[in-house]
C-alpha cells in the first residue's frame, strides 16, 4: 500500500454522487443493503409498517433518499452521527431507522438492544474512492482487497465485527 495517503469509502455510482467525480472508485468490494432497524420488541417487522412513525436517518444520505420515498413514514428526522440517532432509536424517541448493512448489524449485534426488521435492499456497492490522477494507490487498494478476499481475512474481519453475513 500507498503510505500516507487519504482514503474514504462512499457506495459506487449511487445517484447522490454521479456528477462529483474528484476522485475514482476502486473496485465495488460490497452489496450495499440498506435495514430497517428497530428496537427489540418493536412490533414493525417490514417497510410498510413504519407508516405514520418517526423514522431516523443521517442527514444527505442514500438512506434518506430511499427513506423519503417509502410510502405513509410520518416523520423523516435526520441526525448528524450515528450515535445520537442509535441513541434516539433506544430511548423510544424514533420508531425505526434507516443504515447500512454495516451500521445494522453491529449496532444489532453491540448493543442487544436493536434488531433488523427488514431488508431494503437497493443494488449499491461500496468501494474506496481516492483521487483522480492517484492510479498507483488505486491499484494498490485493488491488489489488497482481492489478497484478502482470496485468502480469507475479509471474511474474518467481518464477521468478527459483523457477526454472520445475512
Avoid at 498507483?136 to 489478497?147: F, G, Q, R, S
Amino acid at each position: 500500500m500507498v503510505q500516507g495517503q487519504r482514503v474514504c469509502g462512499r457506495q459506487v455510482e449511487h445517484e447522490q454522487l454521479r456528477g462529483c467525480r474528484p476522485c475514482r472508485e476502486a473496485d465495488p468490494f460490497e452489496r450495499v443493503r440498506q435495514f430497517l432497524l428497530v428496537k427489540k420488541g418493536s412490533p414493525i417487522t417490514n417497510e410498510a409498517e413504519p407508516k405514520g412513525k418517526k423514522v431516523g436517518v443521517i442527514k444527505g444520505t442514500t438512506n434518506e433518499t430511499f427513506a423519503r420515498k417509502v410510502p405513509g413514514v410520518g416523520q423523516i428526522i435526520t441526525y448528524d452521527g450515528k450515535p445520537e440517532m442509535f441513541d434516539a432509536l433506544i430511548d423510544g424517541k424514533l420508531d425505526a431507522v434507516v443504515v447500512d448493512t454495516p451500521f445494522a448489524l453491529y449496532n444489532a449485534k453491540s448493543t442487544g438492544k436493536t434488531r433488523i426488521a427488514k431488508e431494503l435492499t437497493t443494488g449499491d456497492q461500496y468501494g474506496i474512492a481516492v483521487r483522480k490522477g492517484n492510479t498507483k494507490l488505486l491499484e494498490d487498494i485493488n491488489e489488497a482487497m482481492t489478497t484478502i478476499r482470496k485468502d480469507g481475512t475479509y471474511d474474518k474481519l467481518y464477521q468478527k465485527y459483523f457477526g454472520d453475513k445475512i
